[in-house]
């Protein structure tokens, strides 16, 4: 999917190549297109954060723990709860991306107000970012990912409290 696929490609292609596995041809894309790819055999495999549905095989690679993105110049408690997440503007990536979904959901187990959701959208955690860095919102960014923003100043990451504890479970499905 497109919030894992880049920065899974890169180690899984290293390792593939030193294995010689056979040859690979990786493909990026939203949830909902590659489930239905797969279902009609145009793809073998595909690592989503979920579920496929019945008729396949899912094999967990692991939780991927999502983070509270927040100007770096804004207060934020770390770990971030509730009031954290209350009291924000969130930004989301456009319509199809699974990590979309999270957002509105963290933001709907909040009581975060509707107007205060989705104001404005990207197609990409980078862009999404670069967002929150300018001070037009917040966002949540997946663990998988936080490497890349981590050294920033102007973006701060904060992991959620035991009573939000917001992850999501990436799996391979063929």
Same mark, same amino acid.
């Given at each position: 999917?497109?919030?894992?696929?880049?920065?899974?490609?890169?180690?899984? #292609?290293?390792?593939?190549?030193?294995?010689? &596995? !056979?040859? +690979?041809?990786? #493909?990026q894309g939203k949830t909902r297109d590659l489930i239905e790819q797969l279902r009609? @055999?145009?793809?073998?495999?595909?690592?989503?954060? =979920?579920?496929? =549905?019945?008729?396949? &095989?899912?094999?967990?690679? @692991?939780?991927?723990?999502?983070?509270?993105? &927040?100007?770096?110049?804004?207060?934020?408690?770390? !770990?971030?709860?509730?009031?954290?997440?209350?009291? *924000?503007?969130?930004? +989301?990536?456009?319509? @199809?991306?699974?990590? *979309?979904?999270?957002?509105?959901?963290?933001?709907?187990?909040?009581?975060?107000? =509707?107007?205060?959701? =989705?104001?404005?959208?990207?197609? $990409?955690?980078?862009?999404?970012?670069? #967002?929150?860095?300018?001070? +037009?919102? $917040? &966002? +949540?960014?997946? @663990?998988?990912?936080?490497?890349?923003? #981590?050294?920033? *100043?102007?973006?701060?990451?904060?992991?959620?409290?035991?009573?939000?504890?917001?992850?999501?479970?990436?799996?391979?499905?063929?």
């Amino acid at each position: 999917i497109d919030t894992v696929a880049p920065y899974l490609f890169g180690p899984w #292609m290293r390792q593939l190549r030193e294995k010689n &596995t !056979p040859r +690979l041809i990786p #493909m990026q894309g939203k949830t909902r297109d590659l489930i239905e790819q797969l279902r009609d @055999g145009e793809v073998d495999a595909i690592v989503i954060a =979920g579920s496929a =549905g019945a008729g396949f &095989t899912h094999i967990p690679l @692991g939780d991927d723990p999502l983070l509270l993105a &927040t100007p770096g110049n804004e207060k934020a408690s770390n !770990p971030a709860g509730y009031a954290d997440v209350a009291e *924000r503007d969130f930004l +989301l990536l456009s319509d @199809g991306h699974c990590l *979309r979904e999270n957002v509105v959901e963290l933001c709907r187990r909040a009581n975060v107000p =509707g107007e205060q959701i =989705g104001h404005l959208e990207a197609s $990409s955690i980078e862009v999404v970012v670069e #967002m929150v860095a300018n001070g +037009l919102g $917040s &966002t +949540l960014v997946p @663990g998988i990912a936080a490497s890349r923003f #981590m050294s920033r *100043r102007d973006v701060k990451l904060s992991l959620f409290d035991g009573e939000l504890g917001v992850k999501r479970p990436l799996v391979l499905c063929y």
